[in-house]
Structure formats: structure tokens, C-alpha cells
């Protein structure tokens, strides 16, 4: 099985900035997209920002030019940098990865993490 466990979340004041980490435990093998979800209270969860196993990088318009997701395939990791938070980016943030658990797995199977707290406020 795979557990994925987030960190980096706390509360921040407008304007800061903060960085989320996600990891990848157990049965890893290969990772495909990876990437961060946010749910704020009384809303649907959204997408953030994904990155592909080659790299290939989407935002949501929200988060364009504030914030940077990356990756470490080595430390089977992503992150997410997240800067001139904003009150309204109050929210829980989950990772998501697309594993490939053996090298005789037929397909990924997806995983969330537990997700971590973010509140912006003075």
C-alpha cells in the first residue's frame, strides 16, 4: 500500500509565504502526476497545480505567478511554494499522486494524502 504524508502547513499572515511537501511511502515503484488539491470551508475541492512525470506544469489561474509546484522523483516527493498568500487561499491542501506501485503493475493507482491546514490571516 502507499500513504502519502504532507507537512508545511500552519498559519501565515497576508502577503508570507509558505512551503508544502508531500512524500510517498510504501510500495513505490514509478510516479506519474503528481499534484495539490485545496478545499476551503463549504467548498468543493479544487485543483492547484499538477505536474507530470516529465515535467509538464498546469496552475489554476489563482495560482499563477504565486505560486510553484516542483518535484523530486528521487525523494518521490512534490512541493508546493506558495507565496503573497492571500486570505481566500485559506484552506486544506492535499497531495494526489499517480503511482505505479510494481514494475508489473498493470495501470497507477491514485492516492491522497491527508491533507495539511493553511489559514492566512492577520
Known amino acids: 500500500q502507499v500513504q502519502l504524508v504532507e507537512s508545511g502547513g500552519g498559519l501565515i499572515q497576508p502577503g508570507g509565504s509558505l512551503r508544502l511537501s508531500c512524500t510517498a511511502y510504501?510500495?513505490?515503484?514509478?510516479?506519474?502526476?503528481m499534484g495539490w488539491y485545496r478545499e476551503a470551508p463549504g467548498k468543493e475541492r479544487e485543483m492547484v497545480a499538477s505536474?507530470?512525470?516529465?515535467?509538464?506544469?498546469l496552475y489554476e489561474d489563482f495560482a499563477k505567478d504565486r505560486f510553484t509546484i516542483s518535484r523530486d522523483n528521487a525523494k518521490k516527493s512534490v512541493y508546493l511554494q506558495m507565496t503573497k498568500l492571500r486570505p481566500e487561499d485559506t484552506a486544506v491542501y492535499y497531495c494526489n499522486m499517480y503511482v505505479v506501485q510494481t514494475p508489473t503493475s498493470d495501470d497507477a493507482e491514485n492516492f491522497w494524502g491527508q491533507g495539511t491546514q493553511v489559514t492566512v490571516s492577520s
Open positions: 510504501g510500495s513505490v515503484y514509478s510516479i506519474y502526476t
Open positions: 505536474i507530470t512525470s516529465i515535467s509538464t506544469i
